[in-house]
């Protein structure tokens, strides 16, 4: 794809998020990994500059893998509540419904959140499926296995494209035997707002004439790198001014990949971090699945030397992801965590 072809394809201004009336759409840059690699490495750069959000197609993730994993995680919600139960509650890990965290965030959601170390997949899966426990496990694992893969060819890429000379210092961390990184399966049934409803909680969607509610509330992702793959309905929106959100289109046949917090931070704030949500559709299921690539507890985020120069001094002080993660949990959903670790 033509980067020309990049960039929002109808703009209206609409200063408040909910009750707004979506009159933009955006085409967020497709990348084709199986074109020339310099090239892709450029595209994904500025990608990464401008909105933080892109898609990946001709990706390499096998189709059985997901389509296996979209298998299990449909089985999965399908099942009576309180067999879900039996997965939860979400402390982080395991299965919830509507609340999100533990500061009181609520949305129209229901999710299973795995750690993806291995001995922790094999574990939850026995809560999970109770009939066929390695079966969810072998898919599960293998579905992390190749997005992992991916992600780590999207930061190489990305780190070429910055002219980082360790061109494998953002994957290593995600490579790491101790990386903290999650999967999130989430499923979003229908809601149907009534108009009373509607003034208070619901977004109006003119392009369907309809309302919906929403499902995943205004966040950054606090990780490096987000891989994301839904079904064929929308409902994920991008803040790209402040105040603005923009539909993107879903795309079963691509991958929508996202810059973390700690990205922004590596990059000493060249990526961008967006903040995004998803809303529920009012007559479809959207169902979601969403690889947080993360280091190891204990690593220490920093930007690496290039990307540091005396007109481009730090912008954040290092820390640990440990530390970060701990912030993330004592805030609201809606928090900007990032500002609080900027240097003076
Ligand atoms: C947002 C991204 C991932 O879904 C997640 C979420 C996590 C959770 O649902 O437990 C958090 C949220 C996410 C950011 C702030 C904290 C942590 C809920 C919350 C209020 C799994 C993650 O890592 O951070």
């Not at 780590?152 to 980082?164: N, Q, Y």
């Amino acid at each position: 794809q033509d980067i020309q072809s990049f960039g929002v394809n109808m703009v209206v201004a609409s200063p408040t998020p909910i009750r707004s009336e979506k009159l933009q759409v955006i085409d967020l840059p497709i990348i084709d990994l199986s074109l020339e690699r310099s090239e892709v490495s450029r595209l994904i750069v500025r990608a990464c500059e401008e909105y933080g959000f892109f898609k990946v197609i001709n990706h390499g993730v096998p189709e059985h893998i997901i389509a296996r994993m979209e298998e299990e995680s449909l089985n999965f919600f399908g099942k009576p509540v309180a067999e879900k139960q039996q997965a939860g509650p979400a402390t982080p890990f395991g299965y919830g419904c509507k609340t999100i965290g533990f500061t009181g965030d609520l949305g129209e959601v229901e999710y299973l959140l795995l750690h993806t170390n291995p001995l922790s997949i094999a574990q939850k899966s026995i809560s999970i499926s109770t009939t066929d426990s390695a079966k969810f496990r072998s898919v599960v694992s293998g579905y992390v296995e190749a997005v992992r893969e991916l992600a780590c060819e999207i930061l190489d890429l990305m780190a070429e494209g910055l002219w980082v000379h360790d061109t494998s210092s953002f994957s290593r961390l995600i490579r790491d035997v101790e990386s903290d990184s999650v999967f999130r399966l989430n499923h979003y049934p229908p809601v149907l707002c009534s108009s009373n409803n509607n003034n208070i909680c619901c977004s109006k969607d003119v392009i369907n004439n309809s309302s919906s509610k929403v499902g995943f509330g205004e966040h950054s992702d606090p990780q490096i790198l987000t891989i994301l793959r839904s079904n064929d309905v929308g409902g994920l929106e991008i803040s790209l001014d402040h105040g603005v959100w923009v539909p993107v289109s879903p795309d079963p046949t691509a991958f929508c990949v996202n810059v973390g917090d700690l990205l922004q931070a590596m990059t000493n704030g060249k990526f961008v971090s967006v903040r995004h949500r998803a809303l529920t559709n009012t007559f479809k299921s959207r169902m979601s699945m969403a690889y947080f690539g993360a280091p190891p507890l204990h690593a220490r985020v920093t930007a690496p030397p290039e990307l540091v120069t005396p007109t481009k001094p730090s912008l954040y002080r290092p820390f640990t992801w440990a530390e970060y993660k701990k912030t993330a949990y004592s805030l609201r959903l809606g928090d900007s965590r990032l500002e609080l670790f900027r240097n003076c």
